[in-house]
């Protein structure tokens, strides 16, 4: 068997390195050494994953506990995991936390399927932490609730319009916030202004088209948002510390 699976709302073995929680914690469940807790909260209005360097075991019935063990997770290149926090769950995350918590597969074969969801979990949780794309919760009294839905869905024009000419008006217009909370809430949620966001979202998709596509160079700069090459030379390369041109001929000489 891929995992133990111990009732309806126990607990999941899914490796030595792993431990998964539906429900209250069970006396007999092996904890991982040196465990790192991932807490998924769902919610009527958000869910929530929070990040914990803690070693406590079971939940509610309607939440998850993972824990899992801190050099398994550097095998895996999670690091950004040993920092706490709390998130705002992504749609992808979501859906694999709804999978957990109602499994669509047939009983035999639903310890297997957890197990496969637990690793796609922390893998996924590990991707969006590291690509920026965990939205964390604004501190207590600074944002309301809210506004911080709003701002998140600010952040999401971004990363879905980011090639398009996005002006502040707009995304705040868009967004159902005046200029001045926009850019607030932005710093306050990201740590970067709304400026910084859009030219690191051109820049991370330019780069994948370099590495993925034959596109010409230009080509990739006015798709990502430059009106001309010379602008997004100068970009590429105070980010990336090269030119588009010697970015793509560097990797494809690796």
């Known amino acids: 068997m891929a995992g133990d699976f111990v009732g309806e709302r126990d607990f999941l073995v899914v490796s030595t390195e792993m431990t998964a929680f539906f429900g209250p914690g069970a006396a007999d469940a092996p904890i991982p050494r040196q ?11 958000r869910w929530t994953v929070k990040i914990e360097p803690r070693a406590i075991a079971g939940a509610p019935a309607d939440r998850i506990v993972l824990l899992l063990q801190r050099d398994a997770i550097e095998q895996i290149g999670g690091e950004p995991l040993f920092s706490a926090g709390c998130f705002h769950l992504t749609a992808e995350l979501r859906a694999i936390s709804l999978a957990l918590l109602e ?16 690793i796609e979990f922390v893998c996924e949780t590990i991707r969006q932490l590291r690509s920026g794309e965990l939205v964390p919760l604004a501190p207590e009294g600074q944002l309301s609730p809210a506004d911080t839905r709003r701002v998140v869905a600010a952040r999401q024009i971004i990363e879905d319009r980011a090639g398009e ?16 909370k926009l850019t607030r809430g932005f710093k306050e949620l990201f740590d970067c202004t709304v400026a910084e966001a859009i030219a690191e979202r051109r820049l991370e998709t330019a780069r994948r088209m370099l590495l993925s596509t034959d596109l010409p160079v230009s080509s990739i700069g006015y798709v ?17 510390g090269r030119t588009p041109s010697d970015f793509r001929l560097g990797d494809l000489a690796a």
């Open 35 to 45: 465990p790192v807790r991932l807490i998924v909260e769902p919610g009527p209005n």
């Open 103 to 118: 499994p669509t597969a047939a009983a035999e074969a639903r310890s297997t399927y957890r197990l496969a969801k637990c």
């Open 165 to 180: 000419k996005l002006t502040l008006d707009y995304i705040a217009r868009s967004c159902g916030l005046n200029r001045s």
């Open 224 to 240: 990502t948002g430059y009106q001309n090459n010379a602008s997004f030379s100068r970009a590429f390369g105070r980010r990336f």
